[in-house]
Nanobody, 121 residues
Framework: QVQLVESGGGLVQAGDSLQLSCAVS?????????MGWFRQAPGKEREFVGV????????YVAEYMKGRFTISSDYAKNTVYLQMNSLKPDDTAVYYC?????????????WGQGTQVIVSS
């Protein structure tokens, strides 16, 4: 069983930076082909933020977040990061990390519990 635990959320002001972390349960890293970040704002559908392949390969961030958000990973620590800069109130959401077993699959198999990010104006 793969377990994911997010951390790093909090209350910040517009323009601030925040780094979220997602720890993958020990020993489960080899079962994961890619890790993704998603977010869900109040009253809105969940939206894709970005993804990174195993061994930090091919990080990708959604177009509307490029230049502000960066995904990285340290597979030795079984941890994936989401660096968020120049935060805006519209970035307020619960941020989730997710893991997929099959790289080509659109389905993420495991999800974390989420971490709240609130950006005040």
């Amino acid at each position: 069983q793969v377990q994911l635990v997010e951390s790093g959320g909090g209350l910040v002001q517009a323009g601030d930076s925040l780094q979220l972390s997602c720890a993958v349960s020990r020993g489960a890293g080899s079962a994961v082909s890619a890790m993704g970040w998603f977010r869900q704002a109040p009253g809105k559908e969940r939206e894709f933020v970005g993804v990174i392949g195993r061994s930090a390969s091919s990080p990708y961030v959604a177009e509307y977040m490029k230049g502000r958000f960066t995904i990285s990973s340290d597979y030795a620590k079984n941890t994936v990061y989401l660096q968020m800069n120049s935060l805006k109130p519209d970035d307020t959401a619960v941020y989730y990390c997710a893991a997929k077993v099959v790289l080509q699959s659109p389905t993420y198999d495991y999800w974390g519990q989420g971490t709240q990010v609130i950006v005040s104006s």
